[in-house]
């Protein structure tokens, strides 16, 4: 019988999950945790895509200290520490102690603090190479060989034809031997002495890379909670949306979050614009650089793509097709404007921002298929939270509209009246346990009959005026139904939302939409349960999610494994996962600012607190917020209740 030969494996993406990170964009390091660069994998010093050095092994005496721990100090350095033992002294314990810090600039300070009684004289050797790859030829396994090195002033350096890095060492070695790529020193240490060497990594000959790159337009947040994993987590959260932070090449004034790391160091328009959304509550600046890179990219002209922000394809998992951030993106980019403008975008920055949402607009209003819903690419399955997005964006574009006094926004409100009635009677199947949404409609109109957690998005309806939510798809009695789907085993995981049920044909607890935990759809389904009025299952969920977050040490990776929380469990990595990514670094602070129910009007010069009923985490006071372009902070009590403690004097507070 003839057998069919077994096709080449892809190229996996080396493993990140056990790696310590540390990003300011565009700089990058990846370390293992013991700390050494042995230049396996995908470890090194990265600058805009470069490895500029892969391997950095220290010896001391000959022999590689022992690694005792290694940890993050914040998004942008992380420190390892060593011990050695001379045998100077006798007894096992050691004598030396090493500690490294490692910053995403490319500067390591390697300090060496003797324990011993007497003077001793220790030989330090750092061992250097890089191939200087692009880190997509890393992550496909094509890095190549370690380049030869040359003697530089005080240290080594490489190059190749359209790149070089250098490292320089501060104090200037004794001895640099450029075909080991080595640098040797003798350090003399009296009794409880230091000596550090600084290592300096950089693209050029002259000049360290900057450790800011843009200028960060995020509020200095923090919250002071009974439960002090808030505070840990909204810091870690504000940090590393900063440390994603990158210019757009067209107008560097302008910045906006790159999608995460490793592997997505750059413009993601769809999360890009969700990140910036998620970060209103840090202020509109944000959001209005966002803005304002994707309107330069609009699409214009004639043709069905008119108005259309461009976008890659996106794994969907096994049950559908890839799916379009440009679509995503196009009907998020109407709903993020409105909703700045509500938390105090500037009206000349909104007035400029217009045109390109009024585009978008046009772009949607054409895109719907004959049968009256937006596929997602075109030709293709009409996926549920494309109709929640379209919907949502129909609804607070009207709502821009009017309050910018332009023409349409009754006629958008009948389209979004007419795209819930298609919705209720197309995509509900109904069933003897009180039914459920399809996860997607088939272009021959067939319903794909599978619970995601792409559901969540019908309860995520946008904020209007007057601290209103715009209405949702689902009535209130489907609405309630969903909400019991959701919040039973097979979709709540105990450390999260499943982005698809336990028992669903192709479940994977690791698969990226077939089954893991993506923190940014648990925190939209957090904030919709919570502005829909499901305080008990928003307030589970919230739990589960803080409870993951500190498992990662407050920053949750955009996605881990659904496994079922048990006693004494902890929720697993997923071994491909960004961390940090900006939607998840978003989802603390979206998280947060549900639970305390903030609701601004800033054009009608008011300010709502409507806090989750029962006071989850108990008392809570967040400051440091932006609201009208102001400072904002507010105080919830161990009963649920609200007070505004500082805000513009132009806000009142409203009911």
């Not at 010896?59 to 290694?70: D, H």
């Not at 390892?80 to 050691?94: L, Q």
């Not at 040797?184 to 240490?189: D, M, P």
């Not at 928003?538 to 920053?555: C, N, T």
Request: glycine letters at 12%; one cysteine or more; hydrophobic letters at 45%.
């Amino acid at each position: 019988m003839a057998t069919s030969a077994i096709p080449a494996p892809r190229p996996e993406l080396p493993p990140v999950h056990g790696a310590v990170i540390c990003v300011s964009a565009p700089c990058l390091v990846i370390s293992p945790e013991h700390g050494q660069l042995t230049g396996r994998g995908i470890e090194g010093i990265y600058r805009s895509g470069r490895r500029l050095l892969s391997r950095c092994v220290l010896r001391v005496g000959g022999r590689e200290p022992v690694a005792v721990q290694g940890r993050s100090l914040g998004s942008d350095r992380a420190s390892f520490t060593a011990t050695i033992r001379t045998g100077t002294e006798a007894g096992p314990d050691p004598d030396i102690g090493v500690e490294r810090v490692r910053h995403a600039d490319g500067t390591e300070r390697i300090t060496l603090r003797s324990f011993t009684a007497r003077p001793v004289r220790l030989p330090v050797e750092v061992l250097l190479g890089t191939d200087l790859a692009e880190l997509a030829a890393v992550a496909a396994g094509r890095a190549g060989p370690e380049l030869p090195a040359g003697v530089h002033a005080a240290g080594l350096r490489w190059s190749t034809g359209d790149a070089q890095a250098v490292t320089a060492a501060e104090p200037a070695p004794d001895d640099a031997l450029a075909s080991a790529g080595l640098l040797r020193w003798q350090l003399e240490l009296g009794p409880g002495e230091s000596r550090t060497i600084e290592l300096r990594t950089t693209a050029a000959r002259t000049s360290r890379a900057p450790a800011g790159q843009v200028a960060n337009p995020l509020s200095d947040a923090r919250a002071e909670c009974d439960d002090p994993r808030a505070g840990a987590w909204l810091r870690t959260s504000v940090e590393d949306l900063g440390a994603l932070l990158l210019r757009d090449h067209e107008e560097p004034a302008d910045a906006f979050a790159a999608a995460g790391v490793p592997w997505r160091l750059g413009l993601a328009p769809a999360e890009s614009l969700w990140a910036a959304r998620m970060a209103l509550p840090l202020g509109t600046g944000l959001a209005a650089a966002t803005l304002r890179t994707l309107a330069r990219s609009q699409t214009g002209g004639p043709g069905p793509d008119a108005g259309k922000i461009p976008g890659p394809l996106r794994g969907a998992g096994p049950q559908l097709p890839p799916s379009c951030t440009g679509t995503e993106a196009t009907l998020a980019f109407p709903a993020v404007l409105a909703e700045a403008r509500r938390w105090g975008m500037p009206e000349g920055e909104v007035a400029r921002l217009l045109p390109a949402a009024e585009q978008c607009l046009g772009w949607l209003r054409g895109a719907l298929g004959e049968d009256g819903f937006v596929a997602d690419p075109d030709p293709g399955p009409r996926r549920c939270e494309t109709q929640a997005h379209a919907h949502r964006a129909a609804l607070l574009g009207a709502d821009l509209l009017d309050g910018c006094g332009r023409d349409g926004a009754q006629e958008w409100r009948e389209w979004a009246e007419a795209l819930r009635s298609r919705f209720r009677d197309r995509f509900w199947i109904d069933g003897p346990d009180g039914g459920r949404p399809a996860a997607a409609l088939h272009p021959d109109g067939r319903p794909l009959p599978r619970l995601t957690g792409a559901c969540a998005h019908l309860f995520d309806t946008g904020l209007l005026g007057g601290g209103l939510f715009a209405p949702g798809l689902l009535d209130r009695v489907r609405a309630e139904q969903l909400v019991r789907l959701l919040a039973a085993p097979a979709m709540d995981s105990g450390w999260g939302l499943r982005s698809m049920a336990v028992r669903e044909p192709g479940h994977n607890p690791f698969g990226h939409r077939a089954g893991s935990v993506r923190a940014y759809e648990s925190a939209v389904a957090v904030a919709g349960l919570a502005q829909a009025g499901f305080a008990e299952e928003a307030a589970a969920l919230l739990r589960g999610l803080l409870d993951a977050a500190e498992s990662f040490g407050f920053r949750l990776p955009e996605m881990y494994a659904a496994e079922q929380r048990t006693a004494g469990s902890a929720p697993l990595p997923h071994p491909a996962a960004c961390r940090p990514a900006a939607v998840s670094a978003a989802a603390g602070v979206h998280v947060l600012a549900a639970l305390a129910g903030i609701r601004p009007d800033a054009p009608a010069g008011t300010v709502a607190l409507v806090p989750l009923p029962g006071a989850p985490l108990g008392a809570l006071r967040l400051s440091g917020l932006r609201v009208a372009g102001e400072p904002f902070a507010l105080r919830i009590s161990r009963l649920g209740l609200g007070m505004v403690e500082e805000a513009a004097d132009a806000l009142q507070l409203g009911g």
